[in-house]
């Protein structure tokens, strides 16, 4: 308390002085105003720093001399309409003073045609809508009115108001102004200039003595074509020199009165224009143009082409000339190539093949020696008009450019024929096709021309349709040879050859003709010229007549017989067959032959029942296809007999074997860059091996005492399997047991693999996700269990096993049996609710006891040693309070 004592004082100056600054505050413009009688005054008047509505309410008063004790006399309000006294309502009903609001805290004061009664003292006032009245909430200003002292006219050094110049002429112009004000003014003038609907401002000299030109006549202040000049007598001359087009028009003088306020600003008080002349300038009458239209040269003549030009133009003048070249009539001036040009002192640009002679005083002759084809286009000539200008300098009066003339080079184009004919032509699929393109009766083929060629295809096709013709390859006037589309990948890998083996000769060649490549083909020799800028430019194309290449063609046929070698024979013996093929119209065949098998569909292995066993290929290299049988890796072999013969043998087939034998064979014909191309495909006739026999007959089950359990426990499975039939020496019995799983009630979802026991004891696991694990095991010759340790959610499913049957012979030869798949056993997982939730609940009351303890321990330790208060007993008397500590 002793510290915010000590600082009230200076709080109390700070709120003080934060008061003071949020005050109102009514501003109007410094004064005196100074008006001149007879124009308008805008008295502006703003408000700011209040409080209370956005918008603000202004009155406005009049006063001829406030010092005197003169009272202020209402003239306009924003919010009162019966504000206005009685001697200012009808200059307000007329409209003569109004009040235009800027915005919610500003308004101007509007008098017009003020008079000298109205010079005074200006009061606005903005009524109060602050919570505390604060600031100020009026300002006057001073309005003087003075009498028009300004004088402007404009004279002339010619009596007509009309000027006629010539173009490049010169003309003066001159207005006279003067003032004799009162007050210290000063002049603005600005000459300006208009020949549309618009004024635009020429050049000014402002109220502090400096010239300002406007933007589009900077350059020409700068250069001295135009001034301003202020003379004697209250003269203002405009001079302007070398009279454009573009200065015809009206001109008038503008007069601004200026005067400096007691805050330094500039303000202007009135201004006044005159109308000067109306400048006419004609234009200098140039004409050109070119004696001839149009022109056709042959080539390696000259070209001439003469350009005139007439003028109306009398006295000294000079003519620029300049010759141009453009490849399309539409060329703009700056797109043109130059050729040659004269200047005003007849200076020619240098040339070797082009020359510009002067014929006359208005005539200019171009000559181009040695013409090409590349000379054809459009030829121009442009005449410029320079007369000389007082300080010795030359000024351009006119340009005109000519209508183009059409130019065409007629090339020397050379005589000759084209002749195609088909050297070689096939008479199978793949044999070769050369095509040779010759140039016959070649006539002024100079040393300068250049042949190349263009190879193209066409598919026959009825009248009616639309011919296609596709480009195979042609050459640049370099010989650069590019592929088209259609052969590019054949020609890359040599399949396509063109080349020139002449002069006169151009080559094309098939390496092997396929189907695709049946139809017409027909080449293009074009011929090129050398020209002067060093670049070929074709003359002439001329074409050769079409010819056919076509074979007469047969379907391909393709017979495949299958033969059983040995009628009978039993399990464990060597089953073979033969393959006999036989084909037509192939040429050179060769033959990959394939063997499958067709079993039955219970085969888990194969289940669309088709296995692909041995193939060999045209090249006879075996390859086993799907013969995965470890146990007989060599057990099956396929061999080439004859050219059109094979043999296929399987050794110690099986009871597995059984099914429909056939020879898939494939007939090859030679293709392009010694590769093989495939012609054909035939099927034989089935071959049946079926297996007569009285053996056992396997069956297969699945048992468990517990099929649902709880998740965590063991689930016990055993695959159970029983013989129908002849009884067998368990030493003749192996089996091959696998475990699958599908993960759902139904089983139409795929099975998934656990676990395997070969019939040679080896485990086989599937790799497992979960924490759950597997276990097989043979318990009895005839039975199979599966263990799932520590059963999860996801063991849940349908479980089966499927069994292979070895049996032994009395030859001591293992023949495996038919593969035997058991029904399924459902598998349920549950959950043990109270085990689940034991741990958990015991290390929740665990903790909750700890914490428990432990906040009880801090509530002791707190309130012995960190909370205790030292309190003094005194002694107390009697019809005394208590004291304040026992409270």
Request: charged letters at 20%; proline letters at 4%.
């Amino acid at each position: 308390m002793g510290h915010r004592g000590e600082n009230a004082p200076l709080l109390l100056l700070l709120l003080s002085l934060c008061a003071s600054c949020h005050g109102r505050i009514v501003k109007v413009p410094a004064g005196p105003l100074v008006r001149v009688e007879g124009t308008e005054v805008v008295i502006p008047c703003n408000v700011s720093q209040y409080e209370g509505p956005i918008e603000q309410n202004f009155d406005w008063e009049f006063s001829t001399n406030p010092a005197q004790d003169s009272k202020f006399v209402h003239i306009v309000s924003t919010w009162d309409p019966w504000f206005t006294s009685q001697e200012y309502k009808e200059r307000v009903n007329r409209k003569e003073i109004t009040l235009r609001r800027n915005s919610n805290n500003s308004v101007e004061l509007v008098i017009g045609n003020i008079c000298p009664t109205d010079q005074g003292m200006y009061r606005c006032t903005t009524p109060s809508t602050d919570a505390v009245f604060q600031g100020n909430y009026n300002a006057v200003v001073e309005v003087k009115v003075i009498a028009d002292g300004l004088t402007i006219s404009g004279s002339k050094a010619r009596s007509t108001s009309t000027w006629n110049l010539s173009e490049g002429d010169s003309f003066q112009l001159r207005c006279s102004a003067y003032t004799n004000s009162s007050e210290h003014t000063h002049l603005y003038v600005s000459w300006e200039f208009k020949n549309g609907l618009a004024w635009q401002k020429i050049l000014s000299l402002t109220h502090e003595g400096k010239f300002q030109p406007s933007s589009e006549y900077n350059d020409r202040f700068i250069s001295g074509d135009v001034r301003l000049d202020a003379m004697a007598n209250d003269i203002y001359r405009l001079s302007m020199s070398q009279a454009l087009p573009t200065d015809e028009g009206a001109y008038m003088c503008r007069v601004s009165e200026w005067v400096k306020g007691v805050d330094g600003s500039w303000q202007k008080i009135q201004e006044k224009t005159v109308d000067v002349a109306n400048v006419v300038v004609q234009p200098t009458a140039l004409g050109v143009f070119i004696t001839r239209s149009n022109v056709s040269v042959t080539e390696r003549d000259s070209l001439d082409l003469t350009c005139n030009f007439t003028t109306d133009r009398s006295g000294i003048f000079q003519v620029e000339i300049t010759w141009y070249f453009s490849e399309s009539p539409d060329s703009s001036l700056a797109e043109a190539q130059v050729l040659l040009s004269a200047d005003w002192d007849s200076v020619v640009s240098d040339s070797t093949l082009i020359s510009l002679s002067h014929v006359d005083r208005s005539s200019y002759h171009l000559l181009v020696r040695d013409v090409g084809t590349e000379d054809s286009g459009y030829y121009f000539c442009q005449a410029a008009l320079w007369v000389p200008q007082h300080n010795g300098s030359w000024h351009k009066v006119a340009e005109r450019m000519s209508v183009p003339v059409t130019v065409e080079i007629l090339a020397l184009e050379p005589n000759y024929q084209v002749f195609l004919k088909a050297a070689k032509t096939p008479k199978f699929s793949e044999d070769p096709t050369e095509l040779e393109c010759r140039i016959m009766e070649a006539q002024n083929s100079e040393a300068n021309i250049r042949f190349t060629v263009a190879w193209y295809y066409r598919l026959p096709v009825r009248s009616d349709e639309v011919v296609k013709n596709e480009l195979l390859a042609t050459m640049d006037a370099d010989w650069t040879l590019v592929i088209g589309d259609r052969s590019k990948h054949r020609a890359q890998n040599g399949e396509i050859i063109f080349s020139k083996p002449t002069v006169d000769t151009f080559r094309l060649r098939i390496q092997w003709t396929s189907e695709a490549d049946r139809g017409d083909y027909y080449c293009v020799i074009s011929s090129w010229s050398w020209q002067r800028n060093n670049s070929w430019i074709k003359i002439k194309d001329v074409a050769s007549m079409p010819v056919s290449i076509l074979w007469s063609t047969q379907d391909y046929v393709l017979t495949v017989e299958a033969v059983k070698l040995k009628p009978f024979f039993m399990a464990g013996h060597t089953f073979e067959m033969t393959c006999k093929v036989s084909s037509q119209n192939i040429k050179t065949p060769r033959y990959s032959v394939l063997i499958t098998a067709e079993k039955h569909l219970n085969d888990q292995s194969n289940p669309n029942g088709t296995t692909r066993i041995i193939s060999l290929n045209q090249d006879s290299v075996v390859r086993r296809e799907d013969w995965t049988d470890q146990d007989r890796v060599d057990g099956v072999v396929l061999e080439k007999v004859q050219e059109n013969e094979f043999r296929y043998r399987m050794y110690q087939t099986q009871i597995s074997d059984a099914g429909l034998y056939r020879c898939v064979v494939t007939a090859w014909s030679p293709g392009g860059g010694g590769l093989w191309r495939e012609a054909v495909n035939g099927l034989s006739n089935p071959i049946q091996i079926d297996f007569q026999t009285s053996g056992p007959v396997f069956n297969v089950s699945v048992h468990s005492d517990s099929p649902t359990v709880y998740r965590g426990e063991l689930v016990n499975l055993v695959c159970i399997i029983t013989i129908e039939g002849t009884a067998l020496d368990p030493d003749d019995m192996s089996f091959d047991v696998s475990w699958f799983a599908v993960r759902s009630i139904t089983t139409d979802r795929d099975p998934v693999f656990l676990t395997s026991l070969d019939r040679k004891g080896i485990v086989t696991q599937a790799r497992r996700n979960g924490s759950s694990d597997v276990s097989l095991e043979r318990i009895t010759p005839l039975e199979f269990r599966l263990r799932v340790h520590g059963c999860e959610d996801h063991d849940f499913g349908n479980h089966y096993c499927l069994v292979t049957p070895w049996v032994q012979s009395a030859a001591g030869i293992w023949q495996q049996e038919m593969e035997v798949k058991s029904k399924p056993i459902l598998v349920t997982v549950k959950m043990d609710v109270l085990n689940a939730f034991r741990f958990p609940l015991l290390i929740g009351i665990g903790l909750a006891t700890i914490i428990g303890l432990l906040s009880c321990l801090i509530g002791y330790c707190s309130s012995r040693w960190c909370c205790k208060k030292e309190v003094q007993e005194t002694r107390r008397e009697r019809h005394r309070l208590m004291s304040m500590e026992m409270d």
